[in-house]
């Protein structure tokens, strides 16, 4: 099967890879890439395990192809940490016990984190309409949704700080 | 597989008309990659009409909006020009599926896939948008409610492309809603819905209005006798007993786990009576 080329930004990095026209972003970066922080669920753009963002834009990466992402910049939930230093959603989710068995975990940081680049000051109702496509059969949402509450409130203190 | 991205239209028209084996049109894909997904199509071909400028925005004109193809949903509900002309269309727009599906599909790839349950069309049928079509004969515009013809199948002919979604500017008077039923809050078909737009006389009186309906019969349905009992009310309940028992008799849904004929029928009138409402305020009625 002939390939496309393409060339990319995933997380700050220029990346090349080529691909099969029909293979899902979702696959460049886990097989490919070897980012397997994004997961798959269903694969069908119901469970939001597999979200990321491109060009800031928050989708599901089962339903993108590899080969829609030439030129544009790609965010995943690798990127999320700066270094060694957690980002605060991800310090407020271990804070929180808002997960299980961690499969959702990644849709969720970055579905949030999207969330909060928009609305840094979502109310609950918002973070729960925010997250309602990403499914989690563990924690019953309720420390996901105060785990992104925190978060954003610490966020908010800090940029109020600075 | 062969992907294309072309950066004009007539290159996208070419490309289709040209293609031998199956061909497929690629916007947000929230349907498209699902259906290859599950193995339903095997597409020898994808064009995607992202990278073309013609299909990437929003604009506003004289004569009103125009919505480009590859327009994510998401942008309608953050254009507050539009979002304030018409509300129904952007709120229908708005309810299909998550943030994550939101950034990624479009009213002209709703238009197109043509479910009879896509939450834009009934709007978009009410609102008297149309459709810009691009394709090897040159550019033609039609109004929305001639692009679905059945479940899954469109008039469009072969390289024929959606460039955009037209809207007029809507006069002072008027206004729009979109209302449906699902049995949760999110993230959900339609089990029923009700598209309304109307623009008001003198006095709070109806002057012109359009009704329709999705998820009751093969495709979207404009019904113009629910419109004809609209115009000269001012939506009183004698009006609206009308609106709802026009809007029974025009469905001819299908019976399935999510909804029976019985309760397609009753609730399509029920959330036409409320839609008209909601219509008639936000238009300035009281």
């Given at each position: 099967?002939?390939?496309?080329?393409?060339?990319?930004?995933?997380?700050?990095?220029?990346?090349?890879?080529?691909?099969?026209?029909?293979?899902?972003?979702?696959?460049?970066?886990?097989?490919?890439?070897?980012?397997?922080g994004?997961?798959?669920?269903?694969?069908?753009?119901?469970?939001?395990?597999?979200s990321?963002?491109?060009?800031?834009?928050?989708?599901?990466?089962?339903?993108?192809?590899?080969?829609?992402?030439?030129?544009?910049?790609?965010?995943?939930v690798?990127?999320l940490a700066?270094?060694?230093?957690l980002h605060p959603l991800q310090s407020k989710f271990i804070e929180h016990a808002a997960l299980q068995c961690g499969v959702c975990t990644p849709g969720f940081l970055i579905a949030a984190k999207?969330l909060l680049?928009?609305?840094?000051?979502?109310?609950?109702?918002?973070i729960?309409?925010?997250l309602?496509?990403n499914?989690c059969?563990c924690t019953?949402y309720d420390k996901i949704v105060r785990a992104v509450d925190a978060a954003a409130k610490e966020m908010?203190?800090?940029?109020?700080?600075? | 597989?062969?992907?294309?991205?072309?950066?004009?239209?007539?290159?996208?028209?070419?490309?289709?008309?040209?293609?031998?084996?199956?061909?497929?049109?690629?916007?947000?894909?929230?349907?498209?990659?699902?259906?290859?997904?599950?193995?339903?199509?095997?597409?020898?071909?994808?064009?995607?009409?992202?990278?073309?400028?013609?299909?990437?925005?929003?604009?506003?004109?004289?004569?009103?909006?125009?919505?480009?193809?590859?327009?994510?949903?998401?942008?309608?509900?953050?254009?507050?020009?539009?979002?304030?002309?018409?509300?129904?269309?952007?709120?229908?727009?708005?309810?299909?599926?998550?943030?994550?599906?939101?950034?990624?599909?479009?009213?002209?790839?709703?238009?197109?896939?043509?479910?009879?349950?896509?939450?834009?069309?009934?709007?978009?049928?009410?609102?008297?948008?149309?459709?810009?079509?691009?394709?090897?004969?040159?550019?033609?515009?039609?109004?929305?409610?001639?692009?679905?013809?059945?479940?899954?199948?469109?008039?469009?002919?072969?390289?024929?492309?959606?460039?955009?979604?037209?809207?007029?500017?809507?006069?002072?008077?008027?206004?729009?809603?979109?209302?449906?039923?699902?049995?949760?809050?999110?993230?959900?078909?339609?089990?029923?819905?009700?598209?309304?737009?109307?623009?008001?006389?003198?006095?709070?009186?109806?002057?012109?209005?359009?009704?329709?309906?999705?998820?009751?019969?093969?495709?979207?349905?404009?019904?113009?006798?629910?419109?004809?009992?609209?115009?000269?009310?001012?939506?009183?309940?004698?009006?609206?007993?009308?609106?709802?028992?026009?809007?029974?008799?025009?469905?001819?849904?299908?019976?399935?786990?999510?909804?029976?004929?019985?309760?397609?029928?009753?609730?399509?009138?029920?959330?036409?009576?409320?839609?008209?409402?909601?219509?008639?305020?936000?238009?300035?009625?009281?």
């Open positions: 099967m002939a390939g496309v080329h393409v060339s990319t930004t995933i997380n700050g990095d220029a990346v090349e890879f080529v691909c099969p026209g029909n293979e899902t972003l979702l696959d460049v970066l886990r097989d490919r890439i070897g980012l397997t994004s997961k798959e669920g269903c694969g069908t753009g119901d469970c939001g395990a597999c990321v963002t491109v060009d800031g834009q928050l989708v599901c990466s089962c339903l993108v192809l590899g080969a829609e992402v030439e030129g544009r910049k790609v965010e995943t690798e990127g700066d270094g060694d230093k999207a680049d928009y609305n840094p000051k979502p109310s609950e109702e918002e729960r309409y925010a309602a496509g499914l059969r019953g908010s203190r800090v940029a109020k700080r600075k | 597989m062969r992907y294309e991205a072309p950066t004009s239209i007539k290159e996208a028209s070419s490309l289709m008309a040209r293609a031998k084996g199956s061909a497929f049109l690629l916007a947000g894909g929230t349907d498209l990659l699902v259906r290859m997904k599950s193995d339903m199509i095997e597409p020898d071909l994808v064009v995607d009409i992202k990278r073309i400028a013609s299909t990437q925005s929003i604009t506003k004109s004289a004569s009103g909006f125009k919505i480009g193809a590859s327009v994510p949903c998401v942008a309608l509900g953050r254009n507050k020009e539009l979002s304030k002309a018409w509300p129904g269309v952007v709120e229908a727009a708005n309810l299909i599926g998550s943030d994550q599906i939101q950034g990624r599909c479009t009213i002209a790839g709703n238009l197109c896939n043509a479910s009879p349950a896509a939450d834009s069309v009934p709007a978009l049928v009410a609102a008297r948008a149309k459709a810009v079509v691009v394709g090897p004969q040159g550019r033609r515009t039609v109004p929305v409610e001639k692009v679905a013809t059945g479940p899954g199948t469109t008039s469009l002919k072969k390289g024929e492309i959606v460039e955009s979604i037209t809207l007029s500017k809507p006069s002072g008077k008027s206004g729009d809603a979109y209302l449906r039923f699902i049995p949760r809050t999110e993230m959900d078909i339609a089990v029923c819905s009700a598209g309304v737009n109307l623009t008001l006389g003198a006095r709070g009186v109806v002057k012109t209005a359009r009704v329709a309906l999705g998820a009751v019969a093969a495709t979207v349905v404009l019904v113009p006798a629910a419109a004809r009992a609209l115009v000269g009310s001012k939506l009183d309940d004698a009006t609206l007993e009308k609106v709802a028992a026009a809007c029974e008799a025009a469905c001819a849904p299908i019976d399935d786990k999510r909804g029976t004929v019985e309760f397609r029928t009753e609730v399509a009138g029920v959330l036409a009576r409320r839609a008209a409402k909601i219509a008639y305020q936000r238009a300035g009625g009281k």
